[in-house]
């Protein structure tokens, strides 16, 4: 049995992931902020498999400086072993770039520190563990917004091309060893995503035909089991990652932003 470690599992594809491995028999630790939609989650859990995995929650604040450490201490403090990673925890903001106040940039860096930031520390904590043992799996959630800039959601986008660059780099660096490391990239899937600041009249949520998370999830927990590094579910969007390869990059920005633009 392995223990597996979802950041973000209050919500959405995290949620979701949640509920794919604890079928497939693997403990569970999940983390969020809100303990009560994980404390559900847990007892769901639970229920539809008679007891017979084991699930940790702890409720965490991955934005803060330290998080990932405290995280770590914890799990370490229950003497569990982790065997996947999945870092998933993200958050958006939309809007110009350009009209944010000075004032306002405190949650500009919150979306750096979580979607970035933690995700690096969780890396490098786990990382190290597995190459020790020479044994275990991380998969970091970017998203197809990793394959293009996009204006009016322009640090997010730019978030997630970091995670994929920096998970396929790591990923060249251990190819020696026994790790699996891998990269999910969603396109538009139903969450609260759909409902961070400004992001529910965009043109992308509104016109897509967009995936459920628990598809999402299943097709993630499918490809991974089978050793795919790159995660693209749906064939649209994977039809998007491939076109937007061969588009000028300067025309696949200004498509992207028409998708953020309002509806
Ligand atoms: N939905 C999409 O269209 C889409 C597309 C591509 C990629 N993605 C990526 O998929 C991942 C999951 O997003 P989702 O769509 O499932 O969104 P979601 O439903 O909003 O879920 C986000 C999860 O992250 C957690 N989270 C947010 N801030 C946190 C913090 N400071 N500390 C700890 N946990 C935090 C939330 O839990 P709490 O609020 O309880 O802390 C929640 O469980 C993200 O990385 C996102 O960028 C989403």
Same mark, same amino acid.
Request: proline fraction near 6%; avoid cysteine; charge should be neutral.
């Given at each position: 049995m392995k223990t597996v470690l979802i950041t973000g599992a209050s919500s959405g594809i995290g949620y979701e992931l949640a509920k794919v491995y604890a079928e497939n028999n693997n403990n569970l630790i999940l983390v969020a902020r809100r303990k009560d939609r994980l404390e559900k989650l847990k007892k769901e859990i639970l229920e539809k498999n008679n007891s017979k995995i084991n699930v940790l929650i702890l409720e965490k604040d991955?934005?803060? !400086?330290?998080a990932s450490f405290e995280l770590y201490q914890e799990v370490k403090k229950h003497n569990i072993d982790v065997d996947v990673l999945i870092n998933n925890a993200g958050i958006g903001i939309h809007g110009e770039f350009s009209k944010i106040l000075w004032a306002d940039m405190y949650k500009n860096n919150s979306l750096i520190n979580l979607n970035i930031r933690t995700v690096v520390e969780l890396t490098k904590l786990y990382l190290d563990d597995f190459l020790q043992k020479n044994k275990g799996e991380i998969l970091n959630v970017a998203s197809i917004a990793s394959f293009f800039p996009g204006p009016i959601m322009a640090t997010y986008y730019a978030s997630k091309a970091f995670v994929f660059s920096f998970t396929e780099a790591i990923r060249e660096e251990v190819a020696y060893s026994n790790i699996k490391i891998g990269t999910l990239c969603p396109g538009p899937? !139903?969450?609260?995503?759909?409902?961070?600041?400004?992001?529910?009249?965009s043109t992308m949520f509104a016109k897509l035909k967009i995936m459920t998370a628990k598809k999402v999830a299943q097709i993630t927990y499918r490809d991974f089991e089978k050793g795919k590094n790159i995660i693209i579910p749906g064939t649209l969007n994977k039809i998007t990652v491939f076109i937007a390869r061969f588009l000028p990059r300067k025309t696949i920005t200004k498509i992207a932003k028409r998708m953020q633009e309002k509806k």
């Open positions: 991955l934005g803060k !400086a330290n899937t !139903a969450t609260e995503f759909e409902k961070s600041p400004n992001m529910e009249k």
